[in-house]
């Protein structure tokens, strides 16, 4: 039986499916295995998927072979591909490089209940990706999203708490918005299926409510994605989080809010909205810009790392939104590629992170003083994932700095200011990563000095991602491809 | 718009009110239960505009019956959209209270400037 | 040339991976024993000589070595050719490997110093990364490893690792990498957009394409980006990497790093923007002869104050730097002749003159210039270096310095550029002035009655010595070849 046709569903089923099953499994080595294992499952599924879009197909599925739009489809493109690809990827990684830390962290009778969380996470996360369904997007966005709520719950520190308290209120606020504005939308299509409504909002006479709509999503998803100044949740959120859960959730948790912002814009209201292009850029282009700045700012002075950190994904996703605001092929082009090349580095950094707080209970960065020197792997794929985030040539991180620069310059007046703040914030970029790296490797240290290494599980999926920021920054031409034809296919959409 | 039609869309007004009360709770109460009693009301706003807009007027369940034709009945859809968000919703109030009794055995408060105060 | 249709070419892709694999070999060696280690270094400069030079007959018969390896993006890519220009600083810079080595030995274990393996290591790196830009096909190809150097030479700068070390590794990271990124980096993407390629392409790829004011700023942003080539004011980090050990000042404060910055700036002029376009347009590129001269004026007179000797031969080298910057902006045929010949002849020199300040720290640990009287005597084949290399900064016969000073002047007299022509003999006077004390101190001036006694450096360090001031001396009398060699660089251009 040939399944490809049916990957879009067993994208998402294997993880939800296998998430109660690993409940069963009492000894927490099976349940890492399993967990490890259907993670592993669900990237092969994704790359699957990816070569085969990036090949020039696009997966199609009706669900119980219902018809949209009666049925539920999903639909697997060029952006969803790439979506896809960083979720699963995240996900493996997190997942392989998991249980010294977990061990560490989580008393063992309840870690089959945490990796059945991450799993239930993984599908509501996959699941978003693949829906072509404006509301189960929004039901696989709230899985995902408490599945989350109770993984970063389930870290020792107590600060946890109040931590996900707000995460919970602000992301629950920005679902709602989000299901407002889709109720709107139903009410003047009468369809679900985005690529319906985008067929009937043209004939909707009263266009008031669907500008309403397109208000209350844009608001609900940039909350969810945090856009400045929506982000207030996501530092403590992160710096709190178990190590292994701040790995997979600063990776892609966001980025999946972002790519659905741009996908519902796209594909519902660009064509559909007289001048909805330059609303859409002059509202979100400050923001991103601010965001980059204020970001960057702050983070340059933040003293905990995975606080710094988290400021510096706040800057980063800034990036991704500035791209998207210029609504050209470029710009989108851009975007798309920094969702992939910003979760590798930053996916990265929060693993090599992970490392240093198996020896490290405290990670305020003047207690990591001179970590460097009992712990060189690690710190190098610090300077290496750190470099890629500065967007250093030969990195990953660079080739979207690149995109996103020369997309700028296609933005007539404005150009100047864009490639100023862009290399500015840059610049900042390096002055955060130098502290660590300063810090890492030339302050004496402070505390007892890690014994050695983190264990070699964790070190080699460290090094195998720090690699990874390298061969993508010389040969990128695979999440280019899927960029370009996202950006592309998102261009489609537009007036 | 008379006063007629004002009235016409009263169901809106009142998602409209309730709607904006959830969301005041929740920003403005510091206690945490307040809170989340707030984002529940914020929530039930949003199933009643989805209930609102399912109704037709003189519709039935819909429920085909033999013998009779050109039978008027309500949008199920919406029911069946808002009850799968009435799940979302009492899952994340169960979360949010399971997280708020931790809280209160970690911080022995559940006021959200003291709990600030004590880390 | 057509870097789209270049193949593999072996000689390149050996000269990359040879610093490599003897950094390789050195970390494995020193497992074994420090001997092996510096065997293994020996080995690999060697090689990498050999491998250059190698390939200089097919360079003389006209043929450029090329090989694309791979595109990044579209028009964006890895590629490598060998020209002249580039020729001859690769050649210049694995020749003098083989002698740093030697030094290098005699050095720290005359000095003791610790992490020698480290050194080793990083040094090979940084030798990697100065072929990648010697043989840089595009400005990208030279923007990657032009950071590359940066980021391979900062643990050879911080070796030491105590505070004031790290302060003054810092500002070298600081300086190099924020110039690079801030306006490099907006300086090649500019041109990239413009010009549609960054192929390196006799007679430039920008005529026709900008003007105007707009070719001044462009050219600014080159040169002050490129940091590495110290015009003032981005000359702060030199002066600061010598805290970094004598034989990282010698081979690449005074050679690889510098050159890698003024040959950029030479490559630049002459391949990106093209002389005879630059020319045409000399309204607004002419600026740049006034800020070379500027530096070498300001710079000699700041060395002329210095106390400490390595910093005086830091200042001295940012002016000799302006030198090539300066021939390279007359824009006539014979300057850019001396422009390639300075390179040569201020390496020797220089290289000369950190051997001898490295030689005096070793054997007595003297580092101010007040501590350097009488010392003649008991370090004769020092100082008959240091004086030789001396002269040649001044630029009197026979040495090397001489020959390039006459083809810069030559160039000028071609140009009718009086400012060039006086700034040259300001210089002179100026060179003379700092070095001719020290030289007379050294030789004949009593030494303090409570001096220690001590005799000449460790033999490894003397004899590398020696061998750069004859090579300083030989160069006067052997320069046909690399006139020859540069004379292609200007073929078309022989008005």
């Known amino acids: ?495 | 718009m008379n006063l007629f039609e004002l009235l016409g869309i009263f169901n809106y007004w009142v998602f409209a009110i309730v709607l904006t009360v959830g969301l005041y709770t929740v920003i403005a109460k510091t206690n945490l239960v307040k809170k989340l009693i707030g984002l529940s009301i914020f929530q039930s706003a949003v199933f009643l505009m989805y209930i609102t807009m399912d109704k037709v007027e003189g519709g039935t369940a819909p429920i085909i019956q033999k013998g009779v034709e050109n039978q008027v009945f309500s949008n199920p859809l919406p029911q069946v959209l808002i009850l799968t968000a009435i799940v979302v919703g009492v899952s994340t109030l169960a979360l949010g209270l399971a997280i708020v009794v931790r809280i209160y055995e970690t911080y022995d408060t559940i006021e959200e400037n003291e709990i600030l105060d004590a880390d | ?495």
């Open chain 1, 1 to 495: 039986m040939d399944l490809t046709p049916h990957l879009p569903a067993l994208q998402v089923i294997v993880p939800m499916l296998s998430s109660p099953l690993i409940l069963l499994l009492k000894p927490r080595g099976l349940a890492w295995a399993g967990a490890a294992a259907v993670a592993l499952f669900s990237f092969a599924i994704a790359l699957n998927m990816a070569l085969a879009v990036a090949r020039g197909n696009e997966f199609y599925y009706e669900m119980g072979g219902w018809q949209a739009p009666y049925g539920i489809a999903l639909s697997v493109d060029g952006f969803s591909a790439l979506v896809l690809l960083i979720i699963t990827g995240a996900a493996a990684a997190a997942l392989l490089a998991a249980r010294p830390s977990v061990d560490q962290q989580i008393e063992a009778e309840r870690q089959p209940l945490f990796y059945s969380a991450f799993l239930l996470a993984l599908a509501g996360l996959t699941g978003i990706a693949v829906s072509a369904d404006a509301f189960n997007i929004f039901v696989f966005m709230e899985i995902s999203s408490l599945a989350s709520y109770v993984l970063i719950a389930g870290g020792p520190d107590r600060r946890a708490l109040p931590a996900v308290f707000k995460y919970l209120t602000m992301g629950t606020i920005g679902a709602t918005f989000y299901l407002i504005g889709v109720g709107m939308v139903y009410m003047m299509t009468g369809t679900l299926n985005l690529a319906d409504m985008e067929a009937r909002i043209g004939d909707v006479t009263d266009i008031n409510p669907i500008l309403v709509a397109a208000g209350f999503i844009t608001i609900g998803l940039a909350l969810k994605a945090a856009v400045f100044p929506l982000h207030v949740w996501l530092p403590n959120a992160y710096a709190q989080a178990p190590h292994i859960v701040t790995v997979f959730l600063a990776a892609c948790a966001t980025k999946v809010a972002i790519y659905v912002l741009i996908r519902f814009d796209y594909f519902v209201f660009q064509a559909n909205l007289e001048n909805h292009a330059l609303q859409f850029s002059t509202f979100l282009a400050p923001l991103a810009l601010f965001g980059i700045l204020v970001a960057s700012a702050v983070a340059m002075f933040e003293g905990h790392i995975k606080r710094l950190l988290a400021m510096s994904s706040v800057a980063q996703i800034g990036y991704i939104i500035l791209g998207a605001s210029f609504v050209t092929t470029a710009g989108l082009t851009a975007s798309a590629a920094h969702l992939f090349n910003h979760a590798l580095a930053k996916g990265g950094l929060f693993l090599a992170i992970t490392g240093l707080a198996y020896h490290y209970r405290d990670l305020r960065l003047d207690q990591l003083a001179g970590a460097a020197r009992t712990m060189p792997w690690t710190a190098a794929a610090i300077v290496v994932c750190g470099l890629s985030l500065v967007g250093i040539p030969g990195t990953a991180g660079f080739i979207s700095k690149w995109l996103l620069i020369n997309a700028a310059i296609d933005n007539g007046d404005m150009a100047w200011l864009l490639i100023a703040i862009v290399l500015l914030s840059s610049l900042m970029a390096l002055a955060y990563v130098y502290r660590i790296i300063d810090t890492l490797y030339f302050k004496p240290a402070v505390v007892a000095q890690a014994p050695g290494e983190a264990p070699m599980q964790l070190l080699l999926v460290i090094g195998i991602v720090a690699v990874a920021n390298i061969v993508f920054g010389l040969f990128p031409s695979f999440p280019l491809a899927l960029s370009s034809s996202a950006a592309e296919l998102l261009l489609r959409h537009t007036l």
């Open chain 3, 1 to 495: 040339m057509s870097l789209d249709n270049a193949t593999l070419n072996n000689a390149i892709l050996v000269a990359l991976c040879v610093p490599l694999i003897t950094a390789v070999g050195i970390q494995l060696a020193s497992r074994v024993s420090d001997n092996l280690r510096e065997v293994v270094t020996l080995l690999g400069a060697s090689t990498l000589a050999w491998v250059v030079w190698g390939m200089l007959p097919e360079l003389f018969s006209g043929e450029r070595p090329s090989w694309m390896v791979a595109e990044l993006l579209p028009g964006i890519t890895l590629a490598f050719e060998v020209e002249p220009l580039g020729m001859l600083f690769a050649a210049l810079a694995s020749g003098l490997w083989i002698i740093n080595s030697i030094y290098s030995i005699g050095y720290m274990r005359g000095n003791k110093e610790q992490k020698q393996t480290r050194f080793y290591t990083f040094f090979a790196l940084s030798l990697a990364a100065t072929m990648g830009v010697a043989f840089a096909g595009n400005l990208f190809t030279l923007f990657l490893f032009y950071e590359l150097l940066t980021l391979s030479t900062f643990p050879l700068v911080s070796h030491k690792g105590d505070e004031a070390t790290v302060r003054s590794a810092r500002v070298y990271l600081g300086i190099l990498l924020s110039t690079s990124i801030g306006l490099l980096l907006p300086a090649i993407i500019w041109t990239y957009h413009v010009a549609g390629t960054g192929d390196f392409t006799v007679d430039g790829i920008l005529a026709g394409k900008i003007a105007g004011a707009d070719v001044g700023l462009l050219l600014a942003l080159f040169v002050f980006g490129i940091g590495k080539a110290a015009v003032m004011p981005v000359h702060r980090w030199l002066p600061a990497a010598m805290v970094a050990p004598t034989p990282v000042s010698a081979l690449l404060h005074a050679v690889a790093v510098v050159k890698a910055g003024v040959f950029a700036v030479t490559k630049i002029i002459v391949y990106v923007f093209g002389v005879d376009f630059l020319f045409s347009a000399n309204s607004t590129a002419g600026w740049l002869i006034y800020a070379a001269a500027f530096t070498i004026i300001a710079a000699s007179l700041v060395a002329l104050r210095q106390t400490n000797l390595k910093r005086l031969l830091a200042y001295s080298t940012v002016a000799q730097l302006s030198y090539v910057v300066m021939a390279a902006a007359v824009l006539k045929p014979l300057a850019e002749i001396g422009a390639a010949i300075h390179m040569v002849a201020h390496a020797f020199g220089k290289i000369t003159l950190f051997f001898a300040a490295g030689a005096i720290y070793t054997a007595a640990k003297k580092t101010e210039l007040h501590q350097l009287r009488g010392i003649g005597r008991r370090m004769p084949w020092t100082m008959t270096a240091f004086t030789i290399g001396a002269l040649s900064m001044i630029g009197v016969p026979p040495t090397g310095g001489f020959v390039s000073k006459w083809y810069i002047l030559a160039g000028a007299f071609q140009a009718d550029n009086l400012l060039a022509i006086f700034t040259i003999i300001a210089s002179t006077v100026l060179n003379a002035a700092y070095f001719l004390p020290i030289i007379f101190m050294a030789w004949f001036a009593d030494e303090p009655s409570d001096a220690k006694p001590h005799g000449e450096a460790p033999p490894l360090v003397v004899v590398a010595l020696c061998m750069t001031a004859l090579l300083t001396l030989g160069f006067f009398f052997f320069n046909g070849p690399v006139i020859e060699l540069e004379q292609q660089l200007v073929k078309g251009m022989l008005q």
